[in-house]
């Protein structure tokens, strides 16, 4: 699409250079830029730049008088909500519908008084609470501060995972409380499951048209056409295949972990990537698995399924979850067995205790028999989701390669022992020399601070994975700020990851402080957020200075523990309340200086 | 107060080390905080020098090591702990202890060293002030066990006397003692001890100084006929002169040294060399004046040369003499008759003069362990649980279970038994006669294996000695897995020391008493040329030998090696074919 100034939010001018430019970039350079303004626009520094100079120097014939202005919100923790939101703006733009992108967390609650159409693009975090950049806008909806939103239309487009309780829980959130607050609904809410990109996309072109008709602009050709910033070359349905250069499980014989560190070659890809960004990995379902399944179905394993006629065996192993259960896919199961105490499962409230620890085989073998051919079964599982890991090097430091640092997931449930997919695919199944299928997932909501902002990383067990790839940033940068990891695992001499590299940037100065924490050399156990307490004085003072606080790792109770212990000692050091530390802690995420990428 | 002690500028500047205990306030270095850090479970290399002194260094798993490197790990660095047990006498308590620890803070087993002293290993660095306070409560600690002073006294661990052996063993306790180091620095890093103000130096070290000695310096107390302490090989060797079954004195070696270096000739082991005799009343001071000559004129620019042997060839015996009579004040007097037979042990039951029994159990290179089917630690263990006399430790790594009442003999033998431990009575003499240091995976100077190898070695060994109809015969066979000597295989009738993995010199000759160095026969083989070479020999040794002719004369006599007259010609005329 050339850009024009009647297509675009850019002036005469701007248009001319951007057509200059935009022919002659390679496909490399422009994934690069579009993962620059994306990472940029963290800070919201590039696009409010765009929206409130770029707009108003529109051409007035051009703009309809009567336009209502469209604000789009983003609840975003891996970025995915925040991509989509900064695309459907550029759409809205390129139709002439005036519209910004904010984050919740600088949306500032008393102009929703002002605001006129609000379309929300909102995740969910795993037990169902908004983002950590939604938190501070969810509750203040919530409260009685809130507003009547009579004024408003709205729609709400939820970004989540099956496999989880709260399925879209943020998005029904907003939907619901928009309603009550008196706003009128352009669109019914659409969940999205992990492979959102197809829904995503019908959800676009249906509001567009919806706000083209309100402001009278007539629907132009290309109006779903998809705009020159979208995506990147390799997706999770376009991976690039990167070669294994080396892998090489991090813990010793006797650890109970078994941690992959893989390197993969890049080369020829143009894939770039920065610090905080993750890798998505297309895994391959266990065939020992699949073969078990088959059997269990009673199927021809070479049936041929799917339009694309592929074999049900290859179907199950490559393109199929089989691995999670989720309460649709139960109700799905339910339409072809009568199996009274399925049946009863289906109907319970909620499935999570089912669900855990049990995959299709399990249901397929308890729950017979099934009224399902070949083709149906197929046609009710769900496309197997990339698994995102955090990206563990630096380009800086690694050029055409990317590391990545995962923790093999298996233990026994129901008397089967279980794997994690991708995690197990690539521990048990892939070798140095094979490839793997990857693609880049920008998080411009986890990125290292200017190079002279002191750091805190907080990252037990695979949860050091960014801050590898931060530290090897600032060691080849030669950054100026301090950086100050916390590290912990089970055992020192088994499960110490990256040791020695470790001391080595504590030894050249990219590190200016590590503590880590074995849980179970000791008696008492003894984690990150203890070493934290027994560093109470410096870490409030290197917080008073400025430092960014990253945590990555496990949500459900690491992230919780650390954010409580970062509350007491705000509190103890700074003699607050514990309400005025939570406030300030809440401060900092606002200002994006405590940031997490938790799972 | 008296002034204090200066070494004598020496040419060239001293080594490193020396800086180190110069600088280290009297062997604390920055120990306190080292011994803490928690990102590395190992410690600077000053530390660990001064470590020594403490009893411990750091070593690290080698079988691990390129495997940890890959994966981005430190080496797996942990401490061995040696356990100062002067004359290898350890308490059923401190036997309880000692093996409890070994699995609580060790890798499990207990090695019983050449030196009659507890060995750990695998002790992280976290760990290692908990041991020391664990078998403080038994009163055992690890002070001076290695580092440059005087190390673990030996002492005979002969059965037979009992009256002789206890007052051998108070003579070198009371040595030990006198010789320990005086600095309160043990008690103040691992015993939590106060912190005493460093006073001037003599009373800080009266015998050591602030520099301790050059290197390390052993004494070892031999009860004739049995030379278990292979006295020859001490800095200092006492003979015991009994007269009218009484312990009247000593007479003295001096200079005896295993260590050397592959390819420096500079280096050799040696034996020490007759001094005098002295009354057992004046032994101690006779040690101390011996040690302080090394201490003033040890070389202290090249530790490879710094042991008291080497002092005293370059001085000169009869120069030493002289000096050590100007320290006195008094002369010693003439050397006393005493004869040697063997330096092995005597396995299984002797019942002592005082009725009193005592059973010497064979430990295969001193390694104390649960085997499969040879519960050798839990049988111990449970040993000790009713056991009211002792356990010594014999220099050939092997155990005494000593002074064993009539009335408990029978339910020992009943454990004995019931663990399947044994006096080696079904293996061969050459596999009782062995010794084999620690070497691979955690000594830091291993060159080849040698406890791990050695028993498979003598197993294959064993069907020549075997078919050669010579299974009785006892030949002294010794392993090093480098040439620092731990097993003194220099002394070996048999001896090897390890050049590179899987690879031998291989030495022949020693004096089956101990008094003769061996000669290597040939360089830098393998276990085949080993077999190659050994088979012919043993089998000639079979059909020729004399009457009485133990194997390190007859190699000797049958050509194959030339005698070592000297430890300054150990590495000369290798054959005299």
Redesign the interface.
């Known amino acids: 699409m050339k850009l024009q100034v009647i297509n675009s939010p850019f002036n005469e001018e701007q248009v001319q250079l951007l057509n200059d430019l935009l022919p002659k970039l390679t496909a490399a350079q422009k994934q690069w830029l579009n993962g620059y303004l994306a990472a940029t626009s963290a800070s919201d520094v590039i696009v409010e730049e765009i929206i409130d100079h770029g707009a108003p120097a529109l051409p007035a014939e051009t703009a309809p008088q009567k336009t209502r202005t469209v604000t789009v919100l983003f609840a975003s923790q891996t970025g995915n909500a925040q991509n989509l939101a900064q695309k459907l703006t550029f759409e809205l733009q390129a139709k002439n519908i005036e519209a910004e992108v904010v984050s919740m967390a600088k949306f500032k609650p008393n102009s929703l008084k002002k605001v006129e159409d609000v379309l929300i693009v909102a995740s969910t975090n795993g037990e169902g609470e908004p983002p950590d950049n939604a938190l501070g806008f969810h509750e203040f909806l919530y409260s009685k501060r809130a507003p009547k939103l009579d004024h408003v239309r709205y729609a709400v487009l939820a970004l989540g995972d099956t496999s989880y309780e709260f399925y879209c829980k943020t998005g029904h959130d907003f939907d619901d409380r928009f309603k009550e607050l008196g706003a009128e609904q352009l669109l019914p809410i659409v969940e999205c499951d992990v492979d959102y990109e197809e829904p995503a996309a019908k959800w676009f072109t249906d509001i567009q048209n919806i706000l083209a008709q309100a402001t009278n602009t007539p629907t132009a050709e290309n109006a779903t056409a998809p705009t020159a910033t979208g995506g990147t070359d390799y997706t999770r349905n376009n991976p690039f295949a990167a070669e294994v250069l080396e892998k090489i499980n991090l813990n010793m014989t006797g650890s109970n972990k078994h941690t992959v560190h893989l390197e993969l070659s890049l080369e020829g890809s143009g894939i770039t990537y920065e610090p905080g960004d993750s890798l998505g990995i297309v895994p391959k379902n266990n065939v020992q698995l699949v073969d078990a399944l088959i059997t269990a179905l009673g199927f021809d394993a070479n049936k041929l399924v799917t339009d694309k006629q592929v074999t049900l065996r290859d179907a199950l192993i490559n393109d199929l979850e089989i691995t999670v259960l989720s309460k649709p896919l139960l109700q799905k199961i339910a339409e072809f067995t009568t199996h009274s105490d399925f049946q009863n499962i289906v109907a319970q409230t909620s499935v999570k205790d089912f669900v855990y620890g049990r995959d299709v085989l399990d249901v397929v073998e308890a729950y017979g028999p099934f009224s399902w051919n070949e083709e149906q079964f197929v046609s009710i599982l769900r496309k197997i989701p990339g698994r995102l890991y955090s990206i563990s090097s630096a380009q800086s430091a690694v050029d055409e390669e990317v590391h990545v640092t995962i923790g093999r997931v298996g233990y026994e449930s129901h008397g089967r022992e279980r794997f994690g997919v991708a995690s197990t695919h690539v521990a048990d199944t892939i070798e140095i020399g094979d490839t793997v299928n990857v693609y880049v997932h920008k998080n411009p909501n986890f990125k290292l601070p200017a190079e002279d902002k002191p750091a805190i990383f907080i990252g037990p067990g695979t949860g050091i994975a960014p801050f590898r790839s931060f530290l090897q940033e600032r060691e080849e940068t030669g950054a100026t700020g301090e950086s100050w990891l916390f590290f912990g695992e089970q055992h020192f001499v088994t499960d110490f990851l990256y040791q020695t590299e470790l001391q080595a940037w504590l030894a050249n100065g990219t590190l200016t402080n590590l503590n880590v924490a074995f849980s179970r050399d000791t008696d008492q156990k003894v984690y990150v957020q203890h070493r934290m307490q027994e560093e109470a004085a410096e870490l409030y003072d290197w917080i008073n200075r400025g430092a960014y606080i990253y945590v990555c790792g496990d949500e459900k109770h690491m992230a919780k523990d650390v954010e409580q212990t970062l509350i007491q000692i705000i509190a103890a050091q700074g003699n607050k309340s514990e309400a005025d530390a939570v406030a300030f802690v809440k401060e900092l995420q606002q200002e994006g200086r405590y940031l997490r990428d938790v799972y | 107060m008296t002034e204090k002690i200066k070494i004598a500028p020496q040419d060239g500047s001293f080594s490193d080390v020396e800086r180190i205990k110069t600088e280290s306030n009297y062997l604390r270095g920055t120990l306190a905080e080292s011994m803490v850090e928690?990102?590395?479970?190992g410690i600077n290399d000053d530390d660990n020098r001064l470590m020594k002194f403490h009893g411990s260094y750091l070593q690290d798993d080698r079988d691990?090591r390129a495997?940890?490197?890959?994966?981005?790990?430190?080496p797996?660095y942990q401490f061995m702990v040696r356990v100062r047990t002067p004359g290898g006498v350890a308490t059923p308590k401190q036997w309880l202890v000692m093996d409890e620890m070994g699995d609580k803070y060790g890798n499990g087993s207990l090695k019983l060293t050449t030196r009659q002293a507890f060995q750990v290993h695998g002790i992280?660095k976290?760990n290692v002030k908990k041991y020391m306070q664990e078998i403080n409560d038994v009163l055992l600690d690890c002070i001076a066990a290695c580092g440059d002073v005087n190390r673990n006294v030996m002492c005979n661990a002969n059965p037979f006397i009992s009256s002789l052996h206890k007052e051998a063993y108070d003579i070198s306790a009371a040595i030990s003692e006198h010789l320990l180091p005086k600095t309160r620095a043990y008690h103040e890093l691992w015993l939590d001890g106060e912190k005493v103000e460093a006073t001037p130096d003599r009373e800080m070290e009266p015998i050591y100084g602030e520099l301790y000695l050059p290197r390390k310096f052993k004494i070892g107390m031999a009860i004739p006929p049995l030379n278990d302490v292979d006295v020859y090989s001490q800095d200092i060797g006492l003979i015991a002169i009994i007269e009218n079954n009484e312990l009247v004195g000593f007479n003295v070696l001096a200079g005896g040294g295993m260590g050397m270096n592959h390819g420096d000739d500079t280096t050799y082991p040696q034996l020490g060399r007759f001094v005098g005799y002295v009354p057992k009343d004046k032994v101690v001071d006779v040690c101390e004046k011996l040690l302080t000559i090394q201490r003033d004129h040890g070389n202290r620019v090249e530790r490879k040369n710094a042991r008291f042997k080497y002092t005293i060839d370059r001085l000169g015996i009869d120069a030493v003499k002289e000096e050590l009579c100007k320290r006195l004040g008094y002369e010693l007097e003439e050397l006393r008759e005493f004869s040697f037979e063997h330096s092995g042990d005597r396995y299984g039951w002797v019942q002592g003069e005082d009725k009193k029994w005592h059973f010497t159990l064979f430990i295969q290179s001193g390694r104390v362990k649960d085997f499969d089917g040879y519960p050798l630690k839990t049988g111990l263990r449970e040993i000790a649980k009713i056991h009211t006399g002792e356990f010594r430790m014999t220099g050939n790594q092997n155990l005494v279970i000593a002074n064993v009442t009539a009335q408990k003999k029978k339910k020992i033998e009943a454990l004995i038994a019931e663990y399947n431990l044994t006096a080696g009575e079904h293996y061969s003499a050459l596999r009782r006669s062995s010794i084999a240091c620690v070497s691979f995976p955690t000594c830091g100077l291993a060159m080849a294996e040698a406890e791990r190898y050695l028993p498979s070695l003598i197993e294959k060994l064993e069907v020549v000695v075997d078919e050669a109809g010579i299974r009785d015969k006892e030949i002294i066979i010794r392993m090093s897995g480098c040439p620092n000597g731990c097993s003194r295989a220099a002394l070996g009738e048999i001896g090897f020391i390890g050049k590179g993995p899987g690879k031998y010199n291989l030495y022949l000759g020693a004096a089956h008493d101990g008094s003769r160095l061996n000669k290597m026969y040939k360089e830098n083989i393998g276990e085949e040329e080993i077999l190659a070479e050994l088979t012919p020999i043993l089998q000639r040794y079979a059909k020729e030998r004399e009457e009485g002719e133990h194997f390190g004369d007859f190699v000797i006599r049958a050509g194959y090696v030339a005698a070592t007259t000297d430890g300054t010609n150990f590495h000369k005329e290798l054959q005299n074919v």
């Open positions: 928690p990102i590395s479970s691990v495997e940890r490197a890959k994966k981005k790990l430190e797996a992280l976290w």
